[in-house]
């Protein structure tokens, strides 16, 4: 007969190696997760910036809209990818206020990191103060 002990240490031999599969699995998805996040934020907060670099050349008196649109797009192409600078538009728009203000919007696709992460796409505004303002006298 064997000792209590020594049968129990006997029923849990290789348990170490599932506990570290099941462990080493979930520390690897949240690892994952935590990545996609921060590579999805990461994107956001570039297109945020090429948006409103555009906005901004876009707001001088002597450039014409079309030049916001394309300095955005190359911005885009040059920090991330051609692909994120496919859908955008510009305007100048009129606030409650009655400030103008040209707005460079981009529809960009979200990054996906395996088949697990977001899908779809984002949509960001950059704005910029109008020097083309129209004063009442």
């Known amino acids: ?36 996040l921060g590579l999805a934020l990461h994107v956001r907060n570039t297109v945020i910036s090429c948006a409103a670099e555009g906005a901004r050349l876009g707001a001088r008196a ?35 206020a009655g400030v103008q203000v040209v707005e460079v919007t981009v529809v960009a696709p979200i990054p996906v990191i395996g088949l697990l992460g977001p899908t779809g796409s984002m949509t960001v505004t950059g704005r910029a103060f109008d020097e083309r303002q129209v004063s009442d006298p």
């Open 62 to 96: 002597d450039v014409p809209l079309t030049d916001a649109t394309a300095r955005t797009r190359a911005l885009l192409a040059e920090t991330l990818a051609p692909s994120y600078g496919q859908d955008i538009s510009t305007q100048r728009v009129v606030t409650d």
């Open 1 to 36: 007969m064997h000792p209590p002990a020594l049968a129990a240490c006997r029923r849990e031999r290789g348990s170490a190696v599932a506990e570290f599969v099941m462990v080493s699995t979930l520390l690897l998805l949240l690892g994952m997760g935590v990545i996609q």
